[in-house]
């Protein structure tokens, strides 16, 4: 079983936004989610009246040679405890899915307008939902403080850049 493999449709593209793997300064950039040419038009109905989508995508830069199974500091910076491989946010996970929460801006026939989408311009969306609140993570979130020191410039934008 551990052995399986699946395969899921590429449903959508990013077009435009990031041009690079950045690990910081992803606010404020506005991308587009357009979906296959064949999709039907109303498998987006209702979605408008949404504030966020729940995107996830595969990081399509990566290779299978950069998976990392094994305990390392974050960003190798050394101030920071080394975690396990489940641990991070990055292309070095096995299946190399993320997921994002864009703001969605508009909707233009199969194109779906966002912001604050961390992919980069051509990755694969292999699904994509409307968030609703109530599916969110229940109850206090608890994390080690290296993750906010880490990230704190994450959702900066480009231009608050030193």
């Known amino acids: 079983m551990f052995d399986a493999h699946i395969q899921v449709p590429v449903i ?7 041009a690079s793997r950045l690990d910081d300064y992803k606010g404020g950039v506005q991308s587009i989610i357009r979906l ?3 999709t039907p038009a109303e498998t987006l109905q209702g979605i408008e009246e949404f504030s966020h ?13 950069d998976v990392a199974l094994h305990a390392r500091s974050p ?4 101030e920071w405890p080394a975690t396990g491989t489940y641990v991070h946010h990055n ?3 096995p299946a190399r899915i993320a997921v ?3 703001r969605l801006l508009h ?16 990755t694969p969306i ?7 609140k109530e599916m969110l993570p229940r109850g206090p979130v608890c994390q080690p403080a290296w993750p906010t020191e880490m990230l704190a410039n994450y959702w900066a934008n480009a231009e608050e850049r030193p």
């Open 107 to 122: 909707v233009e026939g199969l194109d779906l307008y966002v912001e604050d989408l961390d992919a980069d311009d051509g």
């Open 12 to 18: 959508a593209t990013v077009v435009g936004g990031h």
């Open 91 to 93: 292309h070095r996970r």
């Open 36 to 38: 296959n040419p064949k």
């Open 100 to 102: 994002s929460y864009p």
């Open 75 to 78: 960003r190798d910076n050394p």
């Open 126 to 132: 292999v699904d994509l939902v409307a968030v609703f």
């Open 53 to 65: 989508l729940q995107v996830v995508w595969y990081f399509h830069a990566g290779s299978p040679d």
